[in-house]
């Protein structure tokens, strides 16, 4: 069963599930780089998913959907920035409410639009952003399985890993924004506007959470479907954790959810007598487990330092 | 009572009806736009929720796991910890006490008995459970909300599971349980409007859980944690043992909600998902403002929006999840309301100052 | 050295509390000097800066730059006119490069993003002109503070600043460091630079600066060539009392030790030595103060005696129990009483009642609680008597504290530390910001508890009266250590303290010895 033919296949299942978790860790990078905790990816990317499907079946084009998933995951980070910047409520607070008004509103609007209240595949035509095949690669008899055919937004994915840290590393407002995130005071000292840079800061991260959406309707399956997000808003905020806010870490960490979640996947197909329900656990247990021992590894880091430190000093 | 209190219980009461009022008002504001017929449907909404005795009792019935999980989130508001077990504890406290009562059904044992044992279980449950977010948070600084979320959806397909391989009854055509023994059931009361006897628990624990609050040692150390961990730490206050167990506190009560949803509603365990009623808590808290005592106030008014849009919904116009919807932006703006509060209060405190015959010029200079 | 560069007239600067930080100040600085500004910690001299950097708004006065008037209303516009300020607490972003800190918020572009390379260039131009040794490519939390240091400076100069602010800038430097620090400003005078240097370290004023502004309570007292003064002279400007308040009091008699701390030392997360070896014994009935200046140590001493800090080594003996490794909790079962700096950080919880704040440290002794239940009528009795002992102004006892003038919130604090049946009051800046009537009664109150009770109290005050009217033995500490010691606080004058507190004297152990 293992065959080179079987891994292939798992790798190609891994990078395909890994998609939206790369976007949605690198929208959290972006916020976490800024200062934030954004814990309403989830709610971020449900609105993209919708908003993707019903761009697109109004005006019969995948790609006027592509764009509106990404216009409405802006939308979503600024309803953000404003109520928790400006409006200065508690962002946790905000971020849950959030993802409470994206759950049921998803839900609402695809009921008021296709008369749907489960998913719209029976109403809204599948739209599906096309697959891409690299020339050659594809030839290639165990990578190509596993690199070639995928969904375009898989390939942007990735590259949106280069993008984000170029961003962030090499031009003048991914500057100012770790600046502001780290240390604000020092930042309006030289006279940059810190709220400013904090609304950017969401906005960016709304067109990578509306690619993630994008992806969900769009590429994993071909219809909006109630709650289809499931949570991966906030594996990708873990992943970010796990990287400590850097924009390579997290894609690691991202791909390893990925991973687990392309186990579970094949595990149930396999139709193993082990129970589906624990498969399906592993995500989540995975997410908890990583989160845990990375601040384990964390914590003892520090008292490394602290002890070497003592020594030094005294 | 003093000038300043009345200012601050009348800005509470009416803080909370507002906010309500506000989201009825875009409730209503929806229905107008959305339906054929305005009028009726409005009629519906204000209305249906009294328009029979069963309806005022499913009004009653669901404001119980409402205050149940509202009590649960006040535990973990009170300590500023965003532990959103809730809902997963609900949920598998229903099905861990149908399993028991199932278990236990053959043994002979008196409803009373069982009635206690069964809540124990659930409270049980919502103690362990709510346990692991808390500690792995106090021990590994692990994001608490992200670990009570993941942890949730661990629990439902737990829940799932045990149903499946433990409890199914292979005879009938859904998933569910086998019955529930009647000596384990929660009777209903008042005759017909047919509202299930956890109604007492959820007033005892309203109780319980006010005074625990306001009256206890525990209570006091919480509401000094909460409202600031520096001067608690500087008091000599315990802050670790507080903080968890305020949320294993918190815990108990859900499970019990789950305990008393399932054994007062439900002849066998049918749950696949989640109720959601854990975030229902989280806005009947919120709504409440933390307080035990307004927990029921704020249950019976989200009871009464939500059978509102019930009655719509079975006329096929609407969908439940408006109100969903209509609750998060409640939370928004009670939560903006708490910014906008404050801002009131530093008017009082302005105004107070200038009552006060304190000579400004004075003041110490170092 | 030509005219005037910088001229600020009739500065007055009022907080929108009522405290007057500035009053109708008026200082020059000539061109290619540097400029000592001194005065004690709350005289003015950091808001005065403030005003000048734009950070804060006078209510009243002008500035002149080059005898020209400006309107300075940000920092922007005080960066435009060629002011520049290195902050005491540095502005600098740890995870960033030099070049990188240094260019923040003037970026060089190229094609539209960062160009990193022409910001590594400009930082290495300024850092070579200036005789700055530092690699630009460097990530500023891999530098030493000295260093850092360094960034803040070429910060302000790639900016085009001539008129530089440095505030307290030796504060954090080793002894190297700070001649490097000063070959440097030495060196910028000379190209041009006009420097004002905040400070009050008497003998970094006169070794570089050639003139001195001497700031005192909010007013500015004159201006004087340093070359024509003595250290002393110059303290005896900066430490003084403008009114002399007198208490009534009788002569202590101490009695047993009830604080015993022999060779307290703490060495802090950066490796810097703020506590070294302090010994002191604290007996029953005296009050023992401790005056200095403000980030000697005192701050530390207090967080370890009432155990929110720790400590290095040493002993501290409470009532004959150590404290080493014990919690708030178990100090305070000791014989602790400690009304903190901060009243609002950690003296009070503001949300709450006044009666919860009272009882705070005490809900769990037997008589305040029946059970697992609060003892309401107990309670409530207790604490109106304290409302009316202390004559908090209030509704009634269950008002929430933050409604209460700052007065009235450090008199709850006074509540309840002073009924709490402790031997030992530990009061660190007591009487800050509230008003003449409350820090009377708290002060009065201080001496007749040591008095009537036996209460052995340490008062740590930046607040001179405080310190020489409520002390009997007086300590001055200095950098980490005790530096002078008096038997008989109301005898010492304050000349003869201000040099101590500025490190023109030091007491040498026998001479300190028997009055520790």
């Not at chain 2, 909600?257 to 049918?270: A, S, V």
């Not at chain 3, 001055?476 to 507190?501: D, H, P, T, W």
Request: glycine fraction near 10%.
């Amino acid at each position: 069963m293992f065959t080179l033919e079987w891994f292939g296949n798992f790798g190609y299942s891994v990078l395909r599930l890994s998609t939206p978790l790369i976007f949605v860790a690198l929208a959290a990078v972006i916020n976490q780089k800024a200062g934030m905790l954004n814990m309403a990816l989830e709610g971020m990317m449900l609105s993209a998913a919708l908003a993707g499907v019903v761009f697109a079946g109004f005006f019969g084009n995948v790609w006027a959907g592509l764009l509106g998933a990404v216009f409405f995951g802006i939308v979503a980070g600024g309803v953000l920035a404003v109520s928790s910047l400006s409006g200065k409520t508690d962002l946790y607070l905000t971020c849950i409410a959030f993802n409470l008004i994206a759950g049921g509103g998803t839900v609402f609007i695809m009921y008021m639009l296709t008369g749907e209240k489960a998913t719209t595949s029976a109403a809204v035509k599948a739209y599906a952003i096309p697959l891409v095949t690299i020339p050659l690669m594809d030839k290639i008899p165990f990578l190509g399985k596993i690199l070639s055919g995928h969904n375009l937004l898989t390939y942007l994915a990735f590259l949106s890993i280069y993008l984000v840290w170029f961003f962030l590393y090499r031009t003048r407002l991914g500057l100012r924004m770790r600046a502001v995130g780290e240390n604000p005071q020092a930042a309006s000292s030289v006279g940059i506007n810190v709220k400013k840079i904090g609304y950017l800061s969401f906005l960016i991260s709304g067109v990578l959470c509306g690619c993630a959406g994008a992806f969900m309707s769009m590429g994993w399956v071909n219809f909006f479907m109630k709650n289809m997000t499931n949570g991966r808003g906030y594996i990708g905020l873990s992943a970010m954790n796990i990287a400590g806010g850097n924009p390579v870490g997290a894609a690691v960490a991202a791909v390893f959810f990925g991973f687990s979640d392309a186990l579970a996947t094949m595990l149930k197909s396999q139709g193993t007598s082990f129970p589906t329900e624990f498969i399906e656990m592993i995500p989540y247990a995975a997410t908890v487990i990583a989160l845990v021992l990375i601040n384990m590894i964390r914590i003892n880091q520090k008292k490394q330092i602290e002890k070497g430190r003592k020594r030094e000093g005294v | 009572m003093s000038k300043t209190r009345r200012i601050e219980t009348t800005v509470e009461l009416v803080r909370i009806l507002v906010a309500v009022g506000i989201a009825y008002g875009i409730a209503l504001v929806t229905l107008i736009a959305i339906s054929d017929d305005p009028v009726y449907i409005i009629r519906q909404f204000l209305l249906g929720p009294f328009s029979s005795a069963r309806r005022i009792g499913s009004v009653i019935n669901l404001a119980i796991p409402f205050t149940f999980t509202g009590l649960c989130f006040c535990f973990m508001y009170a300590v500023n910890k965003f532990n959103l077990s809730g809902e997963g504890i609900f949920m598998f406290a229903g099905c861990i006490v149908s399993l028991a009562a199932i278990s236990l059904g053959g043994k002979g044992l008196p409803a009373p008995v069982m009635l206690l044992i069964l809540m124990a279980v659930g409270m049980a449950v919502g103690f362990v459970v709510s346990l692991i977010p808390a500690w792995l948070d106090v021990k590994f600084h692990a994001n608490i909300v992200v670990v009570s979320l993941m942890l949730n959806s661990m629990l439902a397909f737990l829940s799932v599971w045990v149903l499946k391989y433990f409890m199914r009854d292979p005879s009938i055509g859904s998933m569910g349980s086998f019955m529930i023994p009647d000596v384990a059931k929660l009777a209903l009361i008042f005759g017909k409007f047919r509202v299930q006897s956890g109604f007492f628990v959820a007033l005892i624990a309203v109780v319980f859980v006010a005074v625990l609050f306001f009256k206890t040692v525990f209570g006091y150390k919480m509401r000094i944690v909460g409202s600031n961990a520096n001067f608690a730490k500087a008091s000599g206050i315990n802050m670790t043992n507080t903080v968890i167990l305020a949320q294993l506190a918190g815990g108990m009560l859900a499970g019990l909600g789950g305990t008393c949803e399932i054994l007062g509603n439900y002849d066998r365990y049918k749950w696949v998902a989640g109720t959601q009623h854990g975030f229902d808590g989280l806005m009947v808290a919120v709504l409440a403002r933390k307080n035990p005592l307004l927990v029921p106030v704020a249950a019976i008014l989200l009871a009464y929006l939500r059978i509102g849009a019930d009655v719509v919904n079975s006329r096929g116009d609407i969908p439940i999840e408006f109100i969903t919807v209509i609750q998060g932006i409640v939370i928004l703006l009670v939560a903006a309301e708490e910014f906008m509060g404050r801002y009131k209060k530093r008017l009082i405190y302005k105004a107070a100052e200038e009552d006060m015959k304190e000579d400004r010029e004075h003041v110490c200079l170092h | 050295m030509s005219g005037e560069v910088l001229r600020m007239e009739n500065i007055t600067k009022i907080y929108s509390n009522g405290f007057v930080a500035n009053k109708d100040i008026t200082f020059w600085l000539n061109e290619g000097e540097i400029l000592a500004l001194v005065g004690e910690n709350g005289a003015g001299k950091t808001t005065l800066m403030k005003v000048l950097f734009g950070l804060e708004n006078a209510q009243s006065g002008s500035v002149l730059v080059r005898e020209q008037p400006v309107r300075i209303q940000n920092t922007l516009d005080a960066i435009a006119k060629g002011i520049g300020m290195v902050h005491q607490h540095f502005m600098l972003v740890p995870s960033l490069t030099v070049a990188e800190n240094v260019a923040l918020g003037i970026e060089p572009m190229k094609k539209g993003t960062f160009d990193y390379n022409k910001a590594v260039e400009m930082t290495r131009e300024v850092a070579e002109k200036y005789h700055f040794n530092i690699d630009p490519r460097r990530k500023v939390m891999d530098l030493s503070v000295g260093q850092m240091q360094k960034v803040e400076i070429m910060k302000v100069l790639i900016r085009g600043a001539k008129i530089i602010i440095m505030d307290e800038p030796t504060a954090v430097l080793t002894p190297q460091e700070t001649d490097e620090l000063f070959e440097q400003l030495i060196l910028l005078k000379e190209s041009g630079h006009s420097i004002i240097f905040i400070s009050h370290k008497l003998e970094e004023v006169k070794r570089i600066c050639s003139r001195v502004t001497v700031l005192r309570h909010g007013r500015c007292l004159g201006s004087y060539e340093l070359a024509d003064m003595s250290e002393s002279d110059i303290s005896k400007l900066m430490v003084g009392r403008d009114v002399v308040l007198k208490i009534e009091k009788k002569q202590p008699r101490p009695g047993k030790v009830v604080v015993h701390i022999k060779d307290l030392t703490k060495i802090n997360e950066m490796g810097k030595t703020v506590l070294d070896g302090i010994s002191l014994d604290i007996r029953a009935g005296e009050v023992v103060g401790i005056a200095g200046v403000e980030g000697n140590g005192q701050s530390e001493l207090s967080d370890v005696l009432s155990g929110l800090g720790i400590f290095s080594s040493g002993e501290v003996l409470i009532n004959g129990a150590s404290i080493t490794g014990k919690t708030v909790h178990q100090i305070r079962q000791l014989g602790l009483a400690f009304i903190p700096e901060d009243r609002m950080l950690f003296g009070c919880a503001g949300d709450m009642s006044i009666r919860d704040n009272i009882i705070a440290d005490r809900f769990f002794k037997p008589q305040y609680r029946k059970g697992m239940f609060i003892n309401r009528k107990y309670i409530d009795k207790m604490v109106d008597r304290c409302i009316q002992r202390f004559e908090i102004a209030c509704d009634d006892r269950n008002q929430p504290v933050r409604l209460l003038s700052g007065g009235n919130i450090q008199k709850v604090v006074i509540a309840r530390e002073f009924t709490s049946g402790s031997n030992f009051i530990l009061a660190n800046q007591p009487t800050r910001g509230i008003d003449v009537g409350t820090a009377e009664m708290i002060r009065k109150t201080i001496v007749r508890k040591s008095r009537e009770e036996k209460i052995a109290s340490l008062l740590i005050s930046a607040d001179l009266n405080e310190v020489l009217e409520c002390s009997d033995r007086l300590l001055v500490m200095r950098k980490g250590k005790i530096v002078a010691a008096f038997r008989q606080a109301n005898l010492v004058s304050e000349g003869e303290l201000g040099e101590y507190m500025l490190g023109i004297k030091t007491m040498t152990a026998k001479e300190m010895e028997g009055v520790l």
